[in-house]
């Protein structure tokens, strides 16, 4: 059964950092992409970022580039997500993908998503 199990979200200050993780399970976690979305109330599902099965290349949404960095380890199956300079604009339900495309498609599994608030 594939899993995917977001971690880390929660309320943070304007400026602050969080670190979101991402574990897998029942697929073979080396050989997919994994990416991050978000979804704002009221707005449609955006790519965040996402990085390639061995690690070697990432993309990152415009609105997130210096902000966010994704990297993974694939000896725990995990993929990480860190947040810095956090803006009430992040606030968001942030789902994990894994994708074998590259760019991701929007296909593949889906984890069920953690919130991320940032509000003073």
């Known amino acids: 059964q594939v899993q995917l199990v977001e971690s880390g979200g929660g309320l943070v200050l304007p400026g602050g950092s969080l670190r979101l993780s991402c574990a897998g399970s029942?697929?073979?976690?080396?050989?997919?992409?994994m990416s991050w979305y978000r979804q704002a109330p009221g707005k449609e599902r955006e790519l965040v970022a996402g990085?390639?099965?061995?690690?070697?290349?990432?993309n990152y949404a415009d609105s997130v580039k210096g902000r966010f960095t994704v990297f993974r380890d694939n000896v725990k199956s995990t993929v990480y997500l860190q947040m810095n300079s956090l803006k009430p604009e992040d606030t968001a339900v942030f789902y994990c993908?894994?994708?074998?495309?590259?760019?991701?498609?929007?296909?593949?599994?889906w984890g069920k998503g953690t919130l991320v608030t940032v509000s003073s």
């Open positions: 993908n894994a994708d074998r495309n590259w760019p991701p498609k929007n296909m593949g599994y």
């Open positions: 990085i390639t099965s061995t690690g070697l290349r990432t």
């Open positions: 029942g697929f073979t976690f080396s050989g997919y992409a």
